[in-house]
């Protein structure tokens, strides 16, 4: 079955990185995008960006643009997304998905806390 | 950027009632890329409805999706304890995603 399995919890300094790791199994990583989504404590899902896994296309949210990189290795069946320049705003929990055969996967989701 | 609007911001009903939630979209979305998710506190969040009528792997018949273009309803005919949580919908179309603000449904 498809599954979606993310790197471990994070804590930040604000103003450094941060890269989260997404490892997909039970379906062709190359044949779908990889999108990333996050949500702060309380807050709504907020859609950041996706990568084409094959060719390596992506699409940023304009919330993000300039600060997030979202990338797939496709030798590794794995998808990444590195935010930079951290505030205490980005302090969430980020989670990968893919749309695979019109279901939507989810990975378990990270916890990023950015603190001083 | 296509902009989700979900009705009621909370719904509070007893067990066994029936729950209408409304996901409207400001312009037309493909029922393809229409679904609706549950989410418990803690947790990812869970598929429910995907294309916007079809139920995900598991989910159980009580739980089901219609509508088109701009307006879009998940109805659960009779709740059960564990469906008391927050619920989004989502639309993926002009290769973006965005997601509505959910709706709580609490016990009355």
């Known amino acids: 079955q498809v599954q979606l399995v993310q790197s471990g919890a994070e804590v930040k300094k604000p103003g450094a990185s941060v890269k989260v790791s997404c490892r997909a199994s039970?379906?062709?990583?190359?044949?779908?995008?990889i999108h990333w989504v996050r949500q702060a404590p309380g807050q709504r899902l907020e859609w950041m960006g996706w990568v084409n896994a094959g060719n390596g296309y992506r699409k940023y949210s304009q919330k993000f643009q300039g600060r997030v990189t979202i990338t797939g290795d496709t030798s590794a069946s794995t998808g990444y997304m590195e935010l930079s320049s951290l505030r205490s705003e980005d302090t969430a929990v980020y989670y990968c998905?893919?749309?695979?055969?019109?279901?939507?996967?989810w990975g378990q989701g990270t916890l990023v806390t950015v603190s001083s | 950027e296509i902009v989700l609007t979900q009705s009621p911001g909370t719904l509070s009903l007893s067990p066994g009632e029936r729950a209408t939630l409304s996901c409207r979209a400001s312009q037309s979305v493909s029922s393809s890329y229409l679904a609706w998710y549950q989410q418990k506190p803690g947790q990812a969040p869970r598929l429910l409805i995907y294309?916007?009528?079809n139920r995900a792997t598991g989910i159980p018949d009580r739980f089901s999706g219609s509508g088109s273009g701009t307006d879009f309803t998940l109805t659960i005919s009779r709740l059960e304890p564990e469906d008391f949580a927050v619920y989004y919908c989502q639309q993926y179309s002009d290769s973006a995603v965005t997601f509505g603000g959910g709706t709580k449904v609490e016990i009355k």
């Open positions: 998905a893919s749309r695979v055969a019109a279901v939507w996967e």
């Open positions: 294309e916007a009528s």
């Open positions: 039970g379906y062709t990583f190359s044949s779908y995008a």
